[in-house]
């Protein structure tokens, strides 16, 4: 009988569990419930049109001084608002976007002293949510020291997962694994998985500002806890209160197309920051980059420099007589020694080779209709590149260069940042000192009207809406794994990519190598899917990264390059599979053309298409430019038909892809029937 009245005594003195928070989606497709456990610890469901998509996951932090954010937490207040408006890209994927959502802003307090503050806001979507921690102004933790997110998504039921391991020395550069989610390390994210009844749902973060960018750990039967990058000051992120954290974003769609479709990323950013972005122009470029990793040149100085002033005026008469804006050049600055990488300690951001005679070449681009495009590559050194990095970008203004390539080569854990204690120390490419110094060199660049385009980059989340000058970066595996990689990229890689890494944004994945030749090695893939990549791989800027020999020399495939634009008014993705196969269409934005492309990996496949997002009232003459009867990655991937057919959207097209094999279509419309 006393052990009955003591437990009653503690049920009593127990405190009484609050109703859960909920929202739902515009439509109630998602919802989301917020909830205190017994122990007081906060935790989110999700669901989807009733059925349970997220089980109950924890949120919370361990703190580097001071007890953990994690337990004896009460629901002080919950308020909700709904948003729905429209907003316009400056450049993009499509010109009109939807911000349509309700958010729940849950006030969680702690009930035992220090009495501390934490926020949890909720934004659902029909097709997504997003969330963030929000750390309001107080005394009692006016300074945080993060040591890790507590935050967990635990998915429901067994799926399959996509994804490239985190923490390794190549960063950022892998191929794609295909396994179970219970097979599953540490992943980076976008991570796509698809559970056993084929709903999608891709994690990641959007805003990444001033904070560390954030993995998933597997923990085991379908939970994942999110880990942040390192940092070399122990204290993962160091932030003042008041302060909010990147939103934790989890995209879901019936089908693979769908999360391509998803405007969450970008919805979750803040808008354009800069003002009038006129200034930014999408467009194509050519440049003295893939004969270096040919070996057919060099970056550093002798007498195989590419960067050489005769080399480069070679370069800008080619991009002038077929209507391209861009040259790239890498080498041209002082620095490229042997032992350049993952150094960087000689690099100079202002003083050219004698060989590259950068005033003659900036007023002999300019003369033709062509600029030049910087490059700034740092070995990872921010040390020695951000205390020239206002004069390098003063040069690039002066000499009307408007468009500068990043790059930071380096392996993991080795960006070399000086501290505030004076001293280098080493980073990670997607810690919070790199988040600082990526937006400094993307405000840098938009004083000047110079657009910033960043390899070995960190993650992109969106910050393109926020500051529209961000035009692309690499962030994957892209084209030079092709020259020299081993493996080279197989043909699954791209219909990977778009389903995993585009979700996050566009990659400067260089394509169009239509030579099929890597240094020693063939590409596997055939000539009409490196054309169809234009379409398929998103981003304002595109190269065309073959050698110009190579297009001199094949004249047709080379067309569809110098007419397909890369600002678009609209996608459709039109089918699609994680890995598989994808077709995406897409109208220019300055006009009444579609563009489309349809690639698959190493099966080949064959299906009808309807056109039915052609506009009614219009014919269109389709410039096809498709696999050959023999066509095959692995035989003859430059087996290509270009022909022309007159098609309306009542018509159904045939497609057949060949193994590792594309198309691509240029719809050219007519006046109005």
């Known amino acids: 009988m006393r052990m009955l009245i003591a437990l009653l005594a503690a049920l009593i003195a127990m405190p ?31 669901s989807r049109l009733g059925r349970l998509v997220i089980a109950p996951s924890r949120l919370g932090f361990l703190l580097t001084d001071a007890p953990k954010l994690e337990r004896n937490f009460t629901i002080q207040a919950a308020s909700r608002r709904s948003t729905d408006e429209q907003w316009e890209q400056p450049w993009g994927e499509r010109r009109f976007v939807r911000n349509r959502y309700n958010e729940l802003r849950v ?55 996509w994804w490239i391991p985190a923490f390794q020395w190549n960063r950022e550069e892998y191929l794609y694994n295909k396994t179970s989610i219970g097979e599953v390390g540490v992943a980076q994210t976008p991570m796509t998985v698809r559970t056993a009844d084929g709903l999608h749902i891709a994690f990641h973060e959007a805003a990444l500002v ?56 970008l919805n979750l950013n803040e808008p354009n920051k800069l003002g009038d972005v006129s200034w930014v122009k999408p467009f194509k470029y050519i440049g003295v980059w893939w004969e270096m990793h040919l070996d057919k040149s060099t970056w550093g100085p002798g007498p195989r420099h590419g960067a050489n002033t005769a080399n480069v005026k070679r370069y800008i008469d080619f991009a002038a007589r077929h209507g391209f804006r861009g040259v790239l050049v890498e080498g041209w600055n002082q620095g490229w020694n042997d032992a350049w990488f993952a150094s960087g300690k000689d690099f100079s951001f202002t003083r050219a080779y004698p060989d590259f005679d950068i005033e003659e070449l900036a007023r002999y681009a300019r003369v033709k209709g062509v600029r030049l495009i910087g490059h700034h590559e740092t070995a990872g050194n921010i040390a020695v590149y951000e205390p020239q990095l206002e004069a390098a970008l003063d040069l690039y203004q002066r000499l009307g260069i408007d468009a500068v390539k990043t790059g930071y080569v380096a392996d993991m854990g080795g960006i070399q940042a000086r501290g505030d204690d004076g001293r280098v120390h080493h980073e990670w490419h997607e810690g919070q000192v790199m988040a600082r110094h990526h937006l400094k060199v993307v405000t840098e660049a938009a004083e000047r009207h110079i657009a ?50 585009m979700l996050a944004g566009p990659m400067d994945f260089t394509p169009g190598v239509i030579s099929l030749e890597g240094k020693d090695q063939k590409i596997q893939s055939t000539v009409a899917k490196q054309l169809a990549l234009y379409v398929v791989l998103y981003s304002p800027i595109q190269m065309a990264a073959d050698l110009p020999e190579n297009y001199d020399a094949n004249p047709g495939p080379f067309q569809f390059i110098k007419d397909v634009p890369t600002d678009w008014s609209e996608t459709r993705v039109l089918n699609g599979e994680v890995g598989d ?67 309306t959207s009542a018509d159904v097209l045939h497609l057949q892809l060949a193994p590792g094999g594309g198309q691509a279509i240029r719809f050219v419309a007519s006046s109005k029937r």
């Not at 609050?18 to 909830?35: C, K, M, Q, R, Y």
């Open 16 to 46: 009484a569990l609050a109703a859960p928070e909920t929202v739902s989606s515009p439509t109630g497709v998602l919802s989301v419930s917020v909830d205190v456990n017994a122990e007081g610890r906060p935790e989110y469901s999700v």
């Open 107 to 161: 006030q969680l307090a702690e009930r035992v002293a220090p009495g501390r503050r934490l926020d949890v806001v909720f934004r659902v979507y029909d097709d997504g949510i997003g969330f963030r921690y929000e750390f309001p102004d107080q005394s009692s933790l006016a300074q945080v020291n993060v040591a890790e997110e507590l935050t967990e998504f635990a998915v429901s039921g067994p799926a399959t997962a």
């Open 210 to 265: 001033d904070y560390s960018g954030m993995n998933l750990q597997n923990e085991g039967g379908g939970r994942f806890r999110a880990v942040l990058t390192p940092s070399s000051q122990g204290a993962k992120v160091r932030r003042s209160a008041p302060f909010a954290t990147p939103w934790r974003t989890m995209q879901i769609a019936d089908s693979a197309a769908g999360l391509v479709m998803n405007d969450l990323i």
């Open 452 to 501: 910033v385009n960043a390899h070995e980059p960190i993650k992109d989340t969106g910050l393109r809406r926020t500051y529209p000058n961000w035009v692309a970066r690499e962030g994957a595996r892209g084209m030079e794994f092709n020259a020299w990689g081993q493996p080279p990229n197989p043909p699954e890689h791209e219909a990977n990519l778009v389903f995993t890494r």
């Open 581 to 647: 196969f994808v077709t995406i269409a897409r109208k220019d934005r300055a006009g009444e053309n579609w563009y489309l492309g349809a690639i698959t990996d190493e099966n080949g496949r064959a299906f009808d298409l309807p056109l039915s997002f052609l506009t009614p009232s219009r014919s269109y003459r389709a410039q096809i430019y498709r696999d050959g009867p023999t066509a095959d990655y692995r035989t003859n991937g430059k087996d290509i038909v270009v022909e022309e057919r007159i098609v």
